[in-house]
């Protein structure tokens, strides 16, 4: 084999092909097993499952998700999977966990057996967790991720298994979700039999409080989106027509940006209203896991800080699920990922996340560049002096979680690693940067419909790229030394934040007494942002739950973990705590804060006369006012 060949059969190899994800004819899969759940103890916080799977003779090793897609780390929660029970036809057999591999359950069938089946239970947590496993269940709603309640056989790819399984819902509540139902019979809903993968890939909503809003119907031109909802009250589902027809505009713009083409056969926004199952979202190809507070789709102001997060994990079925960098692309729940390109997956996203919700108008385009300033403050954290944005990539599987202050030495903003800020701020300057070089004629949204929008319109596939694909399609937008201007962000270890796209678009980055609502987006809860005067974080208890190392506050001894009991003599809460910042302008003498370090009192002065300082951005005079471009609505007709 001559050498020409042979790199001619390596680049062949190697170019990344897309898999289908759900054939259009489907072929008997290898391993067929079902998994039947009973979710009519959800208020009861318990699922019960059943898998039964063909037996197989001898050593056998049961696991349970490790690796979840999405959630970019080793998430399974297997500390509560908990009623273990298995059987070779009606025969109990015992099981040893892996000393290892401890998501792994190793034990033998006896020969002649036919079938093996497990019995267990998942205890969903009251408080804590991550993502999918934060609470999931309460007295009115259940999301069931099958990934919980999911057994399988060690070393079989999930996307070689095919599975059958149904879920009893509670009395009265109803379901909604993407995956394909082949019955249903009371309140047990049959699916059809699809991979273990895509199953794991369809999480489902149940609820006494359902509302499914058919944003385009199957057959429009667009195909089926529909946002299906659960919700604490039939209050919480009392949102206006207007905020429904935004969505609408939401789809149609969000295609744009990808040549209109889809790579899901419907879209369903698994949407939940509760104040207490988290607030997140978990992407998906045919569907996305989001949960905000209850009043989120009735309150205005509510409504306009999560606006990011339908856009966000809609991208995802492009960004992240159908194109995936190739660390995430490991053939199942076993292998370790690496998230070394979150900067595109997660950063890309979240750039478009936030500028969609303005293209359509679920933010006005004053309140989106709010949204770049408080992303611009929080990358401004003194952690990017020692850790490059992309080592907050590759640590990402520790740094989602990592907790007990001390977030922006982490390099942690608003509770997530950087790269999703950061890449806010990258890639408005890579989209300004197209714009610029070719006299506005292309932007990022042509990057997009080359890398992301190929053919197989309406099919679910999964292709790996790598960091060479992403400059190479760039540099087919417009030739630039793509791989240094990323490059170079990602190794940066300076103070100096990148502004380029903020400076390039128009705009100056800003100071300003005026508050900012996105720079605790999710929080309504009475923490006060004070980064931008004191360098800290404070809860609604008066904890100082992140404090920066150089600013005034902790250069003055206040620090992580300690408790302000007073300032100025007076008993903390939120307001007297923002009062006394807005007084510091014309006071004097230093701000005076009585602390509670771990039952030891003392007493902290900052000689601080700044303010209040919010982020913004200010409109830089003689500029084109490229932002406001980039931020203006594309599609113009359907609605
Ligand atoms: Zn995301």
């Known amino acids: 084999m001559t050498a020409r060949i042979l790199s001619a059969l390596i680049l062949l190899l190697s170019s990344p092909v897309a898999r289908p994800l759900i054939e259009r004819q489907p072929k008997p899969a290898p391993l067929a097993m079902t998994l039947d759940v009973d979710a009519t103890d959800a208020p009861m916080k318990i699922l019960h499952a059943t898998m039964t799977m063909p037996a197989p003779a001898g050593a056998v090793a049961l696991f349970y998700p490790k690796w979840i897609p999405g959630e970019h780390m080793p998430s399974g929660p297997i500390a509560n999977l908990t009623g273990l029970h298995v059987f070779a036809d009606s025969a109990e057999i015992p099981w040893r966990r892996d000393l290892v591999e401890m998501n792994a359950f190793r034990l033998t069938v006896p020969a002649g057996a036919k079938t093996l089946t497990a019995k267990y239970d998942y205890v969903v947590p009251y408080v804590g967790g991550a993502f999918g496993s934060l609470p999931s269940t309460n007295a009115k709603i259940a999301v069931i991720n099958w990934y919980t309640v999911g057994l399988y056989p060690m070393g079989t790819s999930p996307a070689a298994i095919s599975v059958t399984s149904s879920l009893k819902a509670p009395a009265g509540w109803k379901h909604g979700g993407s995956l394909d139902i082949a019955s249903v ?42 946002i299906d909802v659960v919700a604490d009250s039939e209050w919480a589902l009392q949102f206006p027509q207007s905020r429904i027809d935004i969505y609408k505009q939401i789809v149609l713009e969000e295609r744009a940006v990808f040549g209109n083409v889809g790579h899901y056969r419907k879209y369903h926004w698994l949407l939940t209203l509760s104040d207490n199952l988290g607030a997140f ?187 060479d694909e992403v ?105 007297v705590l923002l009062r006394a910042l807005e007084a510091s302008k014309t006071s004097t003498t230093p701000m005076e804060f009585i602390v509670d370090n771990a039952s030891y009192f003392t007493t902290v002065r900052i000689d601080y006369h700044g303010g209040l300082r919010y982020p913004h951005l200010e409109r830089t005079p003689g500029n084109e006012d490229l932002l406001g471009a980039i931020a203006s609505r594309r599609v113009t007709t359907g609605r």
Not at 327 to 332: I, K, N, P
């Open 281 to 467: 979202g978990v992407e998906h190809h045919e569907c996305a896991d989001d949960r905000v507070a209850e009043s989120t789709f009735v309150d205005d102001d509510s409504a306009k800080r999560s606006s990011l997060l339908l856009p966000h994990e809609f991208f995802h079925s492009w960004n992240g699920k159908a194109r995936r960098p190739a660390g995430l692309v490991t053939g199942g729940y076993e292998q370790p990922m690496q998230d070394d390109l979150l900067w595109v997956y997660e950063g890309l996203t979240m750039y478009y996340g936030e500028l969609l919700a303005a293209r359509a108008g679920l933010i006005s385009k004053e309140e989106w560049l709010d949204e770049v300033a408080a992303d611009a403050m929080g990358v401004s954290a003194p952690g990017r002096t020692w850790r490059p944005l992309q080592d907050a990539a590759d640590s990402a599987p520790f740094l989602y979680t990592a907790g007990g202050g001390w977030s922006g030495v982490r390099r942690q903003v608003s509770g997530l690693p950087s790269f999703y800020a950061e890449g806010t701020l990258i890639w408005l300057e890579a989209d300004v940067t197209i714009r610029r070089l070719t006299n506005g004629r292309k932007s990022l949204d042509d990057f997009c419909a080359l890398f992301f929008g190929q053919n197989d319109n309406g099919t679910v596939w999964v292709k790996p790229y790598d960091a």
């Open 185 to 226: 019979d009371g309140t047990t809903i049959r699916y059809a039999p699809t991979s273990l993968e895509m199953l794991n890939d369809h999480p489902v909503l149940l609820g006494e409080h359902f509302r499914s809003i058919t944003l385009w119907p199957a057959g429009s031109p667009v195909g089926e989106h529909v």
């Open 471 to 575: 400059y190479r399609t760039l540099n087919s937008v417009v030739a630039a030394d793509w791989r240094k201007f990323f490059t170079d962000r990602l190794q940066s270890k300076t103070a100096s934040i990148p502004l380029g796209g903020i400076e390039g678009g128009g705009y100056t980055f800003v100071y300003a007494t005026a508050s900012n609502m996105f720079t605790d987006p999710w929080a309504l809860d009475g923490s006060v942002n004070a980064y931008g005067s004191l360098g800290i974080h404070v809860g609604a208890d008066g904890t100082v739950d992140d404090a920066w190392p150089g600013r005034p506050a902790f250069a003055a001894g206040l620090g992580n973990g300690m408790k302000i009991v007073a300032v100025n003599g007076r008993r903390f809460s939120s307001d």
